[in-house]
């Protein structure tokens, strides 16, 4: 009865499966991201957006002479990175994936076999996910609720 629980409609699940996937590449995108603005390098710019409007716009720092301290500059990119939709994606799908595991032993190993399962059902099947601390129907079942923790996070449902 598990299953039936955390059913979702089948665009709404690819669609949520494909964030997931996504996971990695964002994770190292936010990282670049943030030391550039943390080095100076390639913060001379950010994307925000507009309050009013709800489009993006670009704010341009000045990276020599500039008025306000370069901290505070840093800052403002710092905050709008984290504003950024790939960084809320990618927040929520961490939080997700901590929430799904915490109970277990293990959290770590069932974490990455989640996402190995995820980004390659075929290749990384339960069998295939070495000696894990839950049972095949656990896992799947695991696998269900937090495809559908993810998806109910971004709104999706």
Known sequence: QMQTKYRLPKDIYQATLWIIRGQARRIEEYKRKKDDILNGGGASY????????????YIYLPKSKATQSSVE?????????????????????????????????????IS???????????????????????????FYALKAKFIYFVAFKLELI
């Open 46 to 57: 950010i994307k925000q957006k507009n309050r009013y409007t709800d489009e993006f716009e």
């Open 73 to 109: 500059i840093k800052g403002m990119a710092l905050a709008a990175l984290d504003d950024d939709e790939s960084t809320k994606k990618m927040l929520i799908v961490e939080q997700a994936l901590k929430a799904a595991v915490s109970s277990y032993s293990e959290p770590q190993r």
């Open 112 to 138: 990455a076999a989640l996402m190995k399962n995820i980004e390659n059902r075929h290749e990384y099947p339960y069998r295939c996910l070495g000696n894990l601390p839950l049972s095949e129907k656990e």
